[in-house]
């Protein structure tokens, strides 16, 4: 399979200032790529769906001016956390889909705490 | 609302038996389930996946049910090994790329 990358794997910060989480398909274009949010013992939340190229397409309930996504090229998607706040704590795992897979490929995730 | 929903949070299994893992759903419009394996600090990878077609799909030792009346279906895995171990999501979507995952369940095969 596929395989996506995720950088940093972990991030500490205090609270108020913003931070960026690349997600990187390694040997694929993903034209198509999620971010998705993880809190302890729960399920996996998708946040918004981006395409190469265009606006990111968010979720009920998420804050786009919070939650900033970039999907500038075929291979990289960022999401900025800016003002982060204790409650933005979370597992953040990215997932690509492009040619010539029709699948999600996941990324390791990003422990984020904030504090 | 939950559309998607693993009721065991673990599951405890020996080794060389059959784990079942289940999972419901609500959304009748869902149409392709797929079944995530996750180890700790890692993304999940793709296990086994069925269609809203189909009441079965196999591969090797996983076998997933879908019981569309009842809006269940399941994974089996037999016989179970100790590196299987490890937390499962049930994922489904309609008609579409967008995955709605249940909670997960932590499998722990015992040796």
């Known amino acids: 399979g596929a395989v996506v990358s995720q950088h940093p794997s972990w991030v500490i910060c205090k609270s108020g200032t913003s931070v960026k989480i690349e997600c990187r398909s390694l040997?694929?274009?993903?034209?198509?790529m999620f971010w998705y949010r993880q809190f302890p013992k729960q399920s996996l939340m998708l946040m918004a769906t981006s395409n190469e190229g265009s606006k990111a397409t968010y979720e009920q309930g998420v804050e786009k001016d919070k939650f900033l996504i970039n999907h500038a090229s075929l291979t990289l998607s960022t999401l900025t956390v800016t003002s982060a706040h204790p409650e933005d704590s979370s597992f953040y795992i990215c997932?690509?889909?492009?040619?010539?897979?029709?699948?999600?490929?996941f990324g390791p995730g990003t422990r984020l705490t904030v504090l | 609302d939950q559309q998607v929903k693993q009721n065991s949070p673990s599951l405890s299994v020996q080794e060389g038996r059959i784990s079942i893992l289940n999972c419901d759903y609500t959304?009748?419009?869902?149409?392709?389930f797929l079944w995530y394996k996750k180890y700790p600090a890692e993304g999940p990878t793709f296990l086994i996946s069925i269609s809203s077609i189909k009441d079965k799909n196999e591969d090797g030792r996983f076998t997933v049910f879908l019981n569309k009346s009842a809006k269940h279906l399941s994974l089996h895995i037999v016989p179970s090994q100790p590196g299987d171990s490890a937390v499962y999501f049930c994922?489904?979507?309609?008609?579409?790329?967008?995955?709605?995952f249940g909670a997960g369940t932590i499998l722990r095969v015992k040796s």
């Open positions: 040997d694929f274009q993903a034209t198509t």
């Open positions: 994922a489904a979507t309609e008609y579409g790329n967008k995955l709605v």
């Open positions: 959304n009748s419009m869902f149409d392709y």
């Open positions: 997932s690509a889909m492009g040619t010539p897979y029709n699948e999600q490929f």
